[in-house]
Structure formats: structure tokens, C-alpha cells
């Protein structure tokens, strides 16, 4: 058990025995450490219910917990807060326990949940950009984190390659190659294997082809019939999906390989094409479709809206469906096939209209059960030093492929500079280079509250100074370094003692801090708050190992605590850091 979580069960218990919600005894780290390890705000929060002057509340608490051997001091400050500071041989026990669990002490969750982490969302056509970065690496960090909680986590990067786009596409590719086979009517004729465009080639139809519909409407309408006929099925403009699928999802898993992320399952829009028409049928049958000039809509607005919510459309007036009606399909996949209870959906804020459509419309058609929990991981723009979404000197999208090659060079410069990893082997500072600058990246976007804009800047991000992924790389192999010594010498760690300096005693409150940063990151959706204890745990430890010479102490039992100290210490930050996909080089 935590120090938090015993100290929220003792003063829990105090509000109880004076008849009040045990609730209002929950413990956080003091706002004033100057005064105290913790408080309890609960007294002030109960005086209403009660009747009472806080003060009042908080005296007769505190009366019950003076003699609580675990707490060295209680006290009231203000109107009624509690002031807490545990004992140093209850911090050490703490200690000590996350030292010797391979957990850390961070709690698996009593009733684990099958959770669905959609996020990526990357594009049939399209190479992945700088657009696609956020959502992947918020989502990984998220499902990272629900995994170390002990949640069954599925990993979906749902791929576009489904929509109006495909018919773009396959109408433009008809107007330049009509001879190909893919256009003939009728049976299946002999397709080639090989795939007869390449990706590059597909970014350059495809945005000339969107503008040719914007100013031809005869295009567009040919680009509506041809999404039409893939969809039921085609087999020209099957097999040619096929192609265009493949040669963007090679290079958009070689992306994803890169950033050091992985999925559990594959999925994309056309998977779920066999559920839609049943679930149309279904709909309408329940009344809770309808037609509207054509299409097919289900009108999600409700009374409490305060501005309007349009109607989520099912099938436009050529027939054709849409994302919203994929959403909805791949909802009921993910009900009936993977059993999910919760469902996050790590999509950009200016998606939120869209998944208030789907969400209500789950509801109304009995897509979605009351048990399902469905939620909008919604973030902000990653932007550019002037403030507006990053993009080339020439105005241009930058490609994530070319971002990464970007930050690899930034973080090997960065290494020169501080002259470390110089006389490694080249593969080994290719590699080291790679991490670093994968780590100023990540950490640079996570640091961040999700739902704020943020401005790259690769000269801070890559720094090895201030609040920087590179500086807690190079943080844990401090650590790591110093058990490789402290190894070397023969020297092992052991029982965590009491502390002494207070550099030694601030660095074990933060450690001690680990399993409710982690709760907290899960419960908000919101990875800024492991980006922000790994930070201060590293400046604590850099204070302690100022003040304590671990290797140069005589004291055996002092030496071998310190030690053990160092040894939590780094698998912790290195946990943390793992919740933030960031990988930790062994040496630098």
C-alpha cells in the first residue's frame, strides 16, 4: 500500500468515527512542503453537509489520528486543512517495499477492463505527416499506461480506406490509364500482382484529383459512382484497393516501426463493410433511421443541446456510406468481436462534433450498450515557430518520415555538443541518436497538457538541460551507470533505511508518489502527469546524488540503502518513461 493510499485510509477512518463521508479524508502531496509531506483538504469540503466550522471538523480528526504511530505530525493550517508528515521509518518502509515488488507498488485494477485504443488514423494514399504524430503518440502512451494497470489494452490504428477518397482515386486513375482492366464492367478479369502505382505516385493523384472534383462536378460524380461500385463490390476497382491499400500500409508501418510503436490489431473502415448494411437495415426497421432529400440520417439532437447538433448521415444521396457509418459499424465490431468496455478514440479537437454524432447515434440504434464507455481523446495542433500548424519552408506538409530523420539529426548534434557517445562505435551512436531524438520528440509533445497547442522547437526539445526527454535519458543512465559500478566493486544494494539529508528524504516522497501519478495519468486520459513526476523524480535524484557519495560512503548499511535507493529510483524513472514509449539507452 502506498503512503497516500494509508494515509487516505487513516484519516478516512477519522471522518467515519466522527459520522462523515470516509471520502472526505482523501490525501494529496502538500501545496506547502515547507509545512507538510500532505494535507487533507476534507474539512472544508464537509462543513456544509455537517453543519460545522471546518475548523471544527479538523480538530476533532486530527484528535484521532495523534496517536497513529505511522504519523509523525498533524496539525491544522487555516481555516481547516489537516497538515500530514509521516515518520521517517514509515517513508522507509514504503520505500522499501516498492523496492523490493516488481511493480513498484502500483496497483493492478480489481475489475480490468478490455479497452480499445483507437488512435494513428492513418490513410489510404497518404504518406503519414506531422498531422498523424500527435494521435500516435498520445495514443501509445495511453495504452501503455491502461497496460501497466493491468487492463486487457487492443491497439487499433483504424486505417482510412474506405470513403469518398477511393473513388477520387480510381475515377483519376480510369482518366489517365483507361486501357488498365481494373475499369472493365462485368466478372473478375486477370488483375496484375504487382501494384500499378506507388505511393508517391498516390499523394500526387490524389490531391489533383480532390481539386478536379471541387471545379468539374461531372468528375465528382463519376469520384461518388466509383465509391458506390467498390463498395458493392467491384472487382476491378476491388483489386485495385487492394493495391493502393498495400502500398500505403508498407510505408505507413515502416512510420510506426520508427516511432517505436505497435499495434495489436490492423483494422480499417473496409472491415466492418459486411456489418453495414444489416445495421442500415436495422436502423430503419427501428425507426431510428430515416430518409431526409436522399440520404439517410439518424437525428441525434437533444433538448439540453445548448447550439445545434446535425443529424449523423448514414448513406448519402448516391448510396455511398460514409465515415460517420464505418464509426458506427466499427463500434459494433468492437462490442460483439472484441468485447471492449471502454473505447478511446485519440482523434484531434476539431473531430469532437463528429464523435458526438456517432456516440449519440450508438445510443439511439442500441449499437452501443449502457455498459460500453466511449470517450474523445481530443488534443490540440502541433505548430511551428510561428505559432501555426508545422509545415515545410515552402508551406507544404511535412512527412513524419522526414520529422524523424529531422529529429535524429538535431539529437546526434546535440551529442557532439556534449561530447557524449564519441568514441562508441558509429552503429551504436546511430542507434543512441535514434532514441534521443525520438525521446525529445515524444517527451516534447507529452509534457503538455493534450487538449494545448505546443511549438516544436528541436533546439529545446533535444537540449540535455531543462524539461527535455534527453535530460531524463540521460538521468536513468546516471543511474544505471552507478550500478554498474557499484556492481563492479562488489557492492550490492540493500534495505532502504530512514532517511538523513533532506535531498535523501524529498527523493523518496517523490518515489513514493509513483502508484497515484499513475492512477491519475489513466483516470484523466492524460500522459502530461508521467512526463511531469519523471522530470521531478530525476531533479530529486540529481540533488540527492549531490549531497549523498553513494560509493564513497564507509558506512556499509548507509552505502547499501543509498544503493537500493538508486536501484528504485531507476527502474522508476525507466517505467515512466516506458509509459511515454521513450526508450533508455545503456549508456551515453
Known sequence: MSVVTHLGH?????????????????????QRPELAQFQCNGALAAAKSAGRPPHDIATDVIGRLSA????????????????????????AAALEAMHSDDRLGIPVVDDPLTVVVDYAGPNV???????????????????????????????????????????LLIAELEDR?????????G????????????????????????????????????????????????????????HMKGVSEQSQRADFSELGVEFDVWYGESDVHDRIGPMVDRLLESGVAEESEGALIVRVASEDDNREVPPLILTASSGGYLYSTTDLATIESRVRDLDADLVLYVVDNRQTDHFVQVFRAARLGGIAPESLRLEHI??????????????????GVVRLSDLIDMVRTAAKERLDDAELAADYPEHEREAISAMVGLAALKFGDLINNRSSDYILDLDRFTSFEGKTGPYLQYAAVRMGSILRRAAAEGLVPGAIEPPGPDAERGLMLELAMLPEVVLRAAELRAPNHIADHAFTLAGRFN??????????????????????????????????????????????
Open 10 to 30: 487513516l484519516v478516512g477512518s477519522a471522518f467515519a468515527d466522527i459520522g462523515l463521508d470516509p471520502s472526505f479524508g482523501a490525501v494529496v502531496p502538500s
Open 68 to 91: 497513529e504511530p505511522t504519523i509523525g505530525k498533524v496539525d491544522i493550517a487555516g481555516p481547516g486543512f489537516i497538515n500530514l508528515t509521516v515518520t521517517d521509518d514509515t517513508l
Open 125 to 167: 494514399a497518404k504518406a503519414m505527416h506531422v498531422g498523424h504524430l500527435r494521435a500516435t503518440i498520445i495514443g501509445d502512451s495511453l495504452a501503455r499506461i491502461m497496460d501497466v494497470l493491468g487492463h486487457r489494452v487492443i491497439r487499433d490504428p483504424h486505417f482510412g480506406d474506405w470513403g469518398f477518397q477511393m473513388g
Open 177 to 185: 490509364h483507361p486501357d488498365w482492366p481494373y475499369f472493365e464492367d
Open 187 to 242: 466478372a473478375a478479369g486477370s488483375y496484375p500482382e504487382e501494384s500499378p502505382v506507388t505511393l508517391d505516385d498516390l499523394q500526387e493523384i490524389y490531391p489533383h484529383a480532390a481539386e478536379k472534383a471541387r471545379q468539374d462536378e461531372s468528375f465528382a460524380t463519376r469520384a461518388r459512382e466509383a465509391t458506390v461500385q467498390l463498395q458493392a463490390g467491384h472487382p476491378g476497382h476491388t483489386a485495385l484497393w487492394r
Open 378 to 395: 481530443g488534443f490540440g495542433t502541433m505548430n511551428g515557430g510561428d505559432g501555426k500548424p508545422f509545415r515545410t519552408r515552402a508551406g
Open 543 to 588: 540533488r540527492f546524488y549531490d549531497v549523498c557519495h553513494i560509493l564513497s560512503e564507509t558506512d556499509e548499511t548507509r552505502r547499501a540503502s543509498w544503493l537500493g535507493l538508486v536501484e528504485t529510483c531507476a527502474a522508476s524513472l525507466r517505467l515512466l518513461l516506458s509509459m511515454l514509449g521513450i526508450e533508455v539507452p545503456e549508456r551515453m
